[in-house]
Each structure stands twice: as C-alpha cells, then as structure tokens.
C-alpha cells in the first residue's frame, strides 16, 4: 500500500472531457507554447486543489481510480483503489505535518512518517513551481494547440505535448520514457484541468488521466483518530 500511496502523490502532480462546437472557420487557435508558459505560471501560485485519476487500459501503475485534496504544503487527503497482487483494495488515506495515515476497508489507520514516504516520493514537489506541475508545464516540447473543449463545464484549449522522461519521472517514479500528453488549460485563468498520459506500450499499454478541480477552496486536513 505505502509504494501505491507514494505512486498516487506522485502522479497528481504530474497532472472527462465532452468536445464543444469547433470553432468557426478562419478562426485562430492560440500558440500551444504560449498557453503552457501561462499555465506554468498559475499552476505556480496555486494554494489547494482537488484531483481525479482514473486509468484506462492496462498502463504500467498499480492505481485504477483516486480523488482527494492536496495543499501546496503537501498536506493531502482521498481514497485510492488499487491493484495488489492481482486483488482490488481500497484505501483511504490522509498526509498532514510529519505523519502519513492510511487505512485498508477494515481495521484502523496505520502510520508511517513523512520521512519515510519520502524514500518512495517526496509529496512537497506537487505544487511546487520549481519541481512540480509548473516545471512539467514550462519544459514540454513542442506544444501544438489542437482544438477549444469543455472539460466539467469549463471552456478549455487541448494541446499536444512532448514531456521529456526526467521530468516526469521526478513526478511519477518509475516512468522510463518520455510522454506524448494532451494537457487541457483553463480559456479564462490559464490552470490546469486535466492531463492525460500514455503509458507503457504492448499488453501494458493505457492511459492516465489526472484532472483538477476546485482550485484554492478552503480545505482542512485533520487527523484521523488511530
């Protein structure tokens, strides 16, 4: 669970969409290496989110669905669903000060340190703006703008990607190659909604898909009784 738990926080940060109308003919979509710079820059002052990851095929990582809340202290609550040894579990868990608290479907919350989870990932980097998604954002490589779409309602530009190995992996451990990603920014505030990342190749090919919401609402992280 904790190598799960670690893979989680490292992929939220590395980042359900339905297509609105196309634009009208002559219309000019925006440079996809603008948009990103914008992104990168309020992804960098961004206090609280709350993320979503679903997975679809088969990609190389144990997590199948995840949602919860992350500060940019790296103080972080959800649930998570996860494969283990061929079994679905879920798992809740809660990152709050030094302490890491998790829990299976029964019994009660187990510790570790923060110390200690960092030896599988070190949270802090998420919201980082000179590590984390804002770093991801200001080094991908060859952005193209593809369309304008509607991610939960929100008017959104679709760009293509290129996001080089080392990044990604400084985010989500384990990956080895870089990422052809379709990253989703916000039309009005230039946030980040939604990424989605190829993964793996073969029998073990799929796609990550991470999208954020509620961007700088309120969140209180308490510990859970134990």
């Given at each position: 669970m904790a190598v799960a738990l670690g893979w989680l926080l490292a992929v939220v940060l590395a980042v359900a969409a339905c297509t609105s109308p196309a634009p009208e003919a002559g219309a000019?979509?925006?440079d996809g290496?603008?948009?990103l710079r914008k992104s990168a820059q309020a992804m960098g002052s961004v206090k609280t989110v709350g993320f979503t990851i679903e997975t679809e095929g088969k990609p190389p990582v144990p997590?199948?669905?995840?949602?919860?809340s992350?500060?940019?202290e790296a103080d972080a609550e959800g649930t998570i669903r996860m494969n283990?040894?061929?079994t679905l579990q879920e798992m809740a868990f809660v990152l709050i000060g030094d302490k890491v608290y998790f829990k299976g479907p029964t019994g009660g919350y187990q510790?570790?340190?923060?110390?200690?989870l960092a030896a599988l990932y070190d949270p802090s980097v998420i919201?980082?703006?000179?590590?984390?998604?804002?770093?991801?954002?200001?080094?991908a490589s060859g952005p193209k703008t593809e369309a304008e779409e509607s991610v939960d309602g929100a008017a959104a530009y679709r760009v293509a990607a290129n996001l080089s190995q080392p990044v990604v992996a400084a985010l989500i451990p384990g990956v080895d190659q870089a990422v052809a990603a379709k990253i989703w920014v916000d039309k009005a505030n230039g946030r980040l909604l939604k990424a989605s990342l190829p993964l793996g190749d073969g029998a073990t090919a799929g796609t990550v898909t991470v999208t954020f919401t509620d961007y700088d609402k309120p969140v209180e992280?308490?510990?859970?009784?134990?």
């Open positions: 000019t979509l925006p290496g603008e948009l997590v199948q669905h995840a949602e919860g992350l500060t940019k283990v040894f061929g510790t570790m340190t923060r110390q200690q919201l980082n703006p000179d590590k984390g998604v804002a770093h991801l954002l200001s080094t992280i308490t510990a859970p009784a134990t």
